[in-house]
């Protein structure tokens, strides 16, 4: 795969084009890029996706503290990477991008600067001004400029079709198999590891505190879950506590990530690692005491070992 930061001096073979966020390239989108690595070689051209950085909501909002994302740009590229596809331009998104008309867009940058041949859309795909640009509007495009387009349906599953925003929902109330399901992949955080009260180390459950590295990447909703810890080039079990610590809580603290890494005992403070989240133990829970405390940490210890041996 080619990566483009724009779409200056592009010189593509016949291509065929699909655009969108792909906010955590998850099954549906994996669904409508087979379909266009397919056609791109029926059409004997070469496949491109078409994907916006910033996400536009980041340009276009105001109110940022509710927003979170399922992958961050670096991790949608290694997802979109895997798909086959041949190329992907990446087009700054601004103010002056999103006051652009659907067909402007098509007409100036799909066919004028990518030379576009043939489009294909997701089922509910919009784009332009507004939003105005949607299948029918496309289409009344393409009657005037030379390329074809197509759209390809929802990829449905027993419990609805797959989207971006339904997997953000399932991730924040804590419901991980379902979401790493509708994925297709195990979901990931990549964090730098900071201070913190090492309280856990008192009890003989040393943890590492993660800030995410991508302040707008989604933490999964509170809870102990098992996890793999991947650091310095090896992988760990791992379980991982979401939450306010209520057993220990301090007036004003903060939510907080930490990981203990089991079969571990080095200092990375300071380092980055990656926790990839397999399945969730249980609620965060107040105890009695630090003692009880331990002990349910026993419990998952051993729960966490059955789950990932």
Not at 232 to 261: A, C, D
Request: one cysteine or more; aromatic letters at 8%; charged letters at 25%.
């Amino acid at each position: 795969m080619v990566i483009h930061r724009g779409y200056k001096n592009l010189n593509l073979l016949n291509p065929v084009v699909t655009m969108g966020i792909f906010d955590g390239v998850h099954r549906g989108h994996r669904s409508l890029l087979d379909i266009l690595v397919r056609r791109a070689k029926e059409l004997k051209g070469e496949s491109v996706v078409i994907s916006f950085s910033p996400h536009p909501r980041l340009v276009l909002e105001q109110d940022h503290l509710n927003l979170s994302f399922l992958s961050t740009i670096d991790e949608k590229i290694s997802l979109l990477e895997r798909s086959g596809i041949d190329h992907l331009v990446i087009i700054e998104f601004d103010r002056d991008l999103s006051r652009k008309g659907a067909c402007d867009f098509i007409r100036d940058i799909l066919v004028g600067r990518i030379g576009m041949k043939h489009l294909i859309l997701g089922y509910d795909h919009r784009f332009g001004h507004k939003g105005e640009g949607d299948y029918n509007t496309v289409k009344e495009c393409a009657a005037t400029m030379d390329f074809a387009v197509e759209q390809v349906q929802e990829l449905q599953t027993s419990e609805g079709a797959i989207s971006s925003s339904s997997i953000r929902e399932e991730l924040l109330n804590g419901n991980i198999e379902k979401a790493n399901g509708w994925l297709g992949y195990y979901y990931r955080l990549e964090g730098l590891v900071v201070e913190g009260s090492r309280i856990g180390r008192s009890i003989g459950f040393p943890t590492a505190n993660i800030k995410a590295v991508d302040k707008y990447k989604l933490i999964p909703g509170n809870g102990v879950y098992a996890v793999e810890v991947e650091t310095g080039g090896v992988t760990y079990p791992g379980m991982l506590s979401i939450g306010f610590n209520p057993t220990v809580k301090i007036e004003g603290s903060k939510r907080s990530v930490e990981v203990h890494i089991l079969n571990f005992n080095r200092d990375i403070y300071g380092q980055k690692i990656t926790v990839v989240f397999r399945k969730r133990l249980r609620s965060e829970k107040k105890f009695k005491s630090l003692r009880q405390l331990a002990d349910q940490m026993e419990v998952d210890k051993e729960n966490t070992l059955k789950l990932l041996s």
